[in-house]
């Protein structure tokens, strides 16, 4: 911060006699003699003062109606890894330096047009930062329009799990003791809810009504189990395929398990050749089965299998075939993938009835309670769906704590990177607690897509980069949330499961264009031919007119690009490192070095939008100002050292930077911290900035050049730190800062 420029006149014939003096020089004199009050001095200035203070805010105020645009374009300039790490700040730090350096040497050697026409060029693509995203904000609507589920419907039955990419199975229990039934049914949003896609009656139980079906999956066949019977029918049609007891008669005709089960059947895996039975005391046995008709119904026992690692007692979740010797089990406490042998510890096909403990090819303990599962081709896939090949697919986990998990297969590579977690999902704060999660293709390309429900939202997260494009109200405890497509339109349907088991709850809303926020850089054609217009106005006013006023404009475009650019690329720690260490750099420049005070110089002869002007009244020229100064710059230093130096009434200098740290901190506030406090924090922090502007402009009144940042950026973090106790807690004291 600089006071006015000021020149006294003095006769360069012979400094060293007593000066003649014209009128001017005799009233500055009267003036110093005086002992002015700071409220006096003041009263003085008050008009630029609170013209640079409003510039101030309004800086700030225009770099954070911008954001959008930066938040929506992913405009950061280290990249979303970039805003916590050390390194970037050194590099900024640097940049500054350089720059600094690089001004004073062709200053000193009187090279000022390479200086001008330089910055101008720099300064050219600096104002396209905040032309293009201002005008894309002033036209274009950034706001999504509100969702809500405007129609909801009710299925009897329980739900047995996902059917297709916008459907689910049911199954109701019927008939009466001694020959229950159930009914099992295909539902689809997109075929209407009026009436399943199919339906299918089967045999349930003696006397266990209360028994839930389970269901497992392949690509082309549902098989399901209720106990006492297993059966399977086509994917899509619902024909009854195959169908086994689980139970033999005794000698009085009672239903009795088969003597190798102990139990009812809990679960069945169908593959090509047998059937793989689940008994409650989780154990494995596979039946052999065969294709002749006279041998239909026929389990022929051959191995059994213990399976300590998953337990049955909480529940099955999920059961899906990967290929035919490897299916994906998912229980509350765990999750694997585990291996569907022929025999059980030999080979020996005339002694094939030895115990042993299950192979595992993969197994995913949970850290709290896994909620929903699914399985499906990867966002991170290296090729679309048409040509992926069928043994590389995704395991998608979510848990009742938040964290979500993906788990890669890969059947092509070798055994002992078959299976790994996919590092690149950093998903666990999406959400607190997960209910649904689903792997989708949204816009049918051929790449995948996720929709991670939970907190009473769904959140429909985009291909390899899992951007969040759209964050929609569902139903707090939804079993399952999916988008259903119809004619190029699309619903929002959520389910759940209501406590007797016995009803479905359906709710769905339309979801239209509107609703989704904009997505990746915003580059419209009439934005960025007024943002373009705009560069080019300012740039031609500044080399033909620079008067103060065009350039406070420009400056003040400049300064809201560079702080919300800022804001966005460092989180408030980093910010704040940064903010510390250029006051640190800034005090040594103009109190050691001094060469700060050279570079200012520098730039105001110059005339470039890299400071503000604060006239104290209209008829101030700064073009007729700075020419005089080079014209009549005479005055020597042994004169200078005798007077009381006394600011000047004419303007008032600020250097952009001065702005622009304060205000990174105001919009890394708003963009990192928890939205319910991040507008309070981001006002107490500007409310610092402009407390640490009043102190200094305690001393600016006085006319001593002052370094500006360490009572700017001490200021602006003060607010942070209380404003962040006040509305958000000890959790302002959490930083994450690494290298």
């Known amino acids: 911060m600089r006071g006015s420029l000021r020149r006294v006149m003095t006769d360069g014939a012979d400094v060293g006699k ?24 003041f009263k003085e200035q008050w008009v630029g003062m609170v013209s640079m203070a409003g510039m101030f805010v309004a800086t700030i105020a225009l770099a954070s109606y911008m954001r959008p645009y930066y ?36 200053a000193k050697y009187k090279k000022d047009y390479i200086i001008k026409y330089g910055m101008m060029v720099v300064l050219t693509l600096a104002l396209l930062y905040s032309t293009i995203p201002l005008a894309h904000v002033m036209l274009i609507d950034f706001d999504a329009e509100p969702f809500e589920m405007t129609d909801q419907a ?73 106990g006492a019977w297993v059966w399977t029918v086509d994917y899509e049609t619902g024909n009854l395929v195959d169908s086994y007891a689980c139970f033999v008669f005794d000698e009085e005709g009672n239903q009795q398990p088969r003597p190798e089960m102990y139990t009812g059947c809990a679960l069945a895996v169908k593959t090509n050749e047998a059937m793989y039975l689940f008994n409650t005391a989780s154990e494995v046995l596979r039946y052999n089965t065969f294709d002749e008709p006279e041998y239909a119904g026929i389990l022929a026992f051959q191995a059994r299998w213990s399976m300590s690692h998953i337990d049955f007692k909480d529940g099955i979740m999920h059961s899906q075939l990967l290929n035919d010797t490897l ?32 192979r595992m090819a993969y197994l995913q303990n949970s850290t709290s309670s896994f909620t929903s599962t699914a399985v499906g081709t990867s966002p991170f896939a290296s090729s679309n769906t048409s040509t992926l090949l069928n043994d590389q697919q995704m395991m998608l986990l979510g848990e009742e704590n938040g964290a979500i998990t993906g788990v890669e297969w890969n059947g092509s590579a070798p055994a002992e990177e078959r299976f790994f977690i996919q590092e690149r999902m950093n998903l666990n704060t999406l959400v607190s607690s997960v209910s649904s999660v689903q792997i989708v293709d949204l816009d ?38 999916f988008i259903s497509m119809t004619n190029d339109s699309g619903q929002l349907v959520s389910i759940s499961l209501d406590v007797t088991q016995q009803n479905i709850e359906i709710q769905y809303g339309d979801l239209q264009a509107d609703m989704f926020p904009l997505v990746g850089v915003q580059l419209e054609t009439i934005p960025v031919i007024i943002g373009l217009t705009v560069t080019l106005i300012l740039m031609i006013l500044l080399y033909v007119h620079s008067e103060w006023y065009v350039v406070n404009t420009t400056g003040v475009l400049l300064g809201a690009g560079v702080c919300v650019l800022l804001g966005v690329s460092f989180e408030p720690p980093m910010a704040i490192l940064f903010m510390i260490l250029a006051a640190i750099y800034d005090a040594w420049a ?59 009434t004419e303007a008032m200098f600020m250097g952009l930077g001065d702005i622009i740290f304060p205000g990174m901190l105001v919009l890394s506030a708003l963009q990192y911290l928890d939205p319910s406090g991040a507008t309070a ?41 209380i404003g962040g106790f006040l509305f958000i807690g000890n959790e302002i004291l959490q930083f994450n800062i690494s290298w």
Do not use: C
Request: hydrophobic share 40%; proline share 4%; no cysteine.
């Open 18 to 41: 007593t000066p003649r003096q014209n009128d001017r020089f005799a009233e500055v004199e009267e003036e110093l003699r005086k002992e002015d009050t700071l409220l006096e001095l």
């Open 590 to 648: 103009v109190y050691k070095s001094k060469h700060m005070l050279d570079l200012a110089d520098t730039m105001i002869g110059l005339r470039l939008p890299i400071l503000l002007v604060a006239p104290q009244d209209t008829n101030y020229s700064l073009i007729e100002e700075t020419e005089q100064a080079k014209s009549k710059r005479v005055l020597s230093d042994k004169v200078q050292k005798k007077r009381k130096k006394k600011p000047s």
């Open 681 to 721: 924090v981001a006002i107490s922090t500007l409310i610092g900035g402009l407390l640490g502007y009043l102190v200094l402009m305690s001393y600016v009144a006085r006319g001593k050049a002052q370094a500006g940042l360490p009572l700017l950026n001490g200021g602006a973090i003060l607010g942070y730190f």
């Open 327 to 358: 299916l994906f089990l998912a229980v509350p406490s765990a999750t694997g993938v585990i291996h569907l042998d022929e025999f059980a510890g030999v080979t020996d096909p005339l002694a094939p009835r030895l115990d042993g403990e299950v």
């Open 154 to 226: 009710a299925v009897e039955g329980d739900y047995i799990g996902a059917w297709g990419d916008d459907g689910f199975i049911t199954s109701v229990i019927g008939g009466a003791a001694g020959a229950y039934n159930v009914t099992m049914s295909a539902w689809s949003v997109s075929n209407g809810m009026d009436e399943p896609v199919w339906s299918m009656t089967h045999n349930h139980s003696e006397n266990e009504p209360d028994s839930r079906v389970r269901m497992s999956t392949t690509h082309d066949t549902l098989t399901f189990t209720s």
């Open 71 to 106: 938040d929506v374009g992913e405009l950061k300039a280290f990249g979303s890894s970039g805003a916590s790490q050390i390194r970037y700040v050194a590099v900024e730090l640097i940049a500054i330096f350089l720059f600094t350096a690089l001004i004073i040497y062709l």
């Open 444 to 481: 049918e390309n051929g790449f995948t897509d996720l929709i991670i429900t939970g907190d009473g939202n769904a959140n429909l997260l985009w291909e390899t980069s899992l951007q969040n494009f759209g964050t929609f109200p569902v139903v707090s405890e939804a079993d399952l949330t």
